[in-house]
């Protein structure tokens, strides 16, 4: 389903950028891009000092991981 909406055209043009920022995506795809970030940055405000030290442990160890890639 879609659906319009009214923005300023100030808005409409910084998504625009975005968009074009993220390889031409469609200004949907973008919107849809920043609405996922900003619960992403949501949760992790949620997240207490012991559960974010344990978030940031987790992703370093994640980021360790060595994988071999074949074509």
């Not at 389903?1 to 031409?24: F, K, P, W, Y």
């Not at 795809?29 to 970030?37: K, Q, S, Y």
């Not at 980021?63 to 071999?68: G, L, S, Y």
Request: proline fraction near 1%; hydrophobic fraction near 45%.
């Amino acid at each position: 389903m879609q659906t319009s909406m009214r923005v300023a055209a100030e808005n409409r043009d910084a998504l625009a950028r975005i968009a074009d920022e993220l390889g031409g995506i469609s200004l949907d795809e973008a919107l849809h891009t920043i609405l996922f970030e900003h619960q992403c940055h949501a949760a992790l405000a949620r997240l207490t000092p012991e559960e974010h030290a344990s978030y940031l442990a987790e992703a370093q160890q994640l980021a360790e991981v060595d994988i071999a890639v074949h074509d």
